[in-house]
């Protein structure tokens, strides 16, 4: 087994169990609902910057296994940790702080995945994912915030 795939297999159950352990601050059909969109949305995006475009490349050349399955629990498991400690009733300078600590502690995680191989840049480039991950979140938080607006009207 090489070591991007080892690399993969251990962030992920480190993952899990973090997600695992947490208290949960919001309730389990929005973690879910919320987590899935993102899954979805970050898979797609990847199919189209990865597989079509090929600005990057996860793990090999085309869709594997190892890579899929870490796709799919760190977007799902990431997002349920980002909107978990979201201040969601705090000022907007406090909730721009946490964006900017959440999309820089995803950069320092791609940069990892980066030294472990996981990922592999052609057109793409750090800078790149920095300017994405604050829009990113903020995508994420508006779809929370949707569904729960969605579920309180269905009541």
């Not at 899935?36 to 949305?41: M, Q, R, S, Y």
């Not at 870490?70 to 979201?86: E, H």
Request: charged share 15%.
């Amino acid at each position: 087994m090489e070591l991007q795939t080892i690399f993969v297999y251990i962030v992920s159950i480190l993952f899990l169990l973090i997600a695992y352990m947490i208290p949960k601050k919001i309730n389990l059909s929005e973690i879910h609902a919320t987590s899935l969109f993102a899954t979805v949305v970050g898979l797609i995006v990847d199919t189209i910057l990865a597989v079509k475009y090929k600005f990057y490349v996860l793990d090999k050349e085309g869709v594997q296994i190892p890579p899929l399955i870490g796709q799919i629990i760190l977007y799902y498991v990431g997002s349920l940790i980002i909107l978990n400690y979201f201040p969601f009733n705090r000022s907007k300078l406090r909730k721009v702080a946490y964006i900017l600590f959440c999309s820089l502690v995803a950069v320092l995680f791609e940069l990892i995945c980066y030294q472990f191989k996981f990922i592999k840049y052609h057109e793409w480039n750090i800078w790149y994912s920095a300017l994405c991950y604050p829009f990113i979140i903020i995508f994420f938080t508006l779809h929370y915030k949707f569904f729960r607006w969605l579920a309180n009207r269905n009541l």
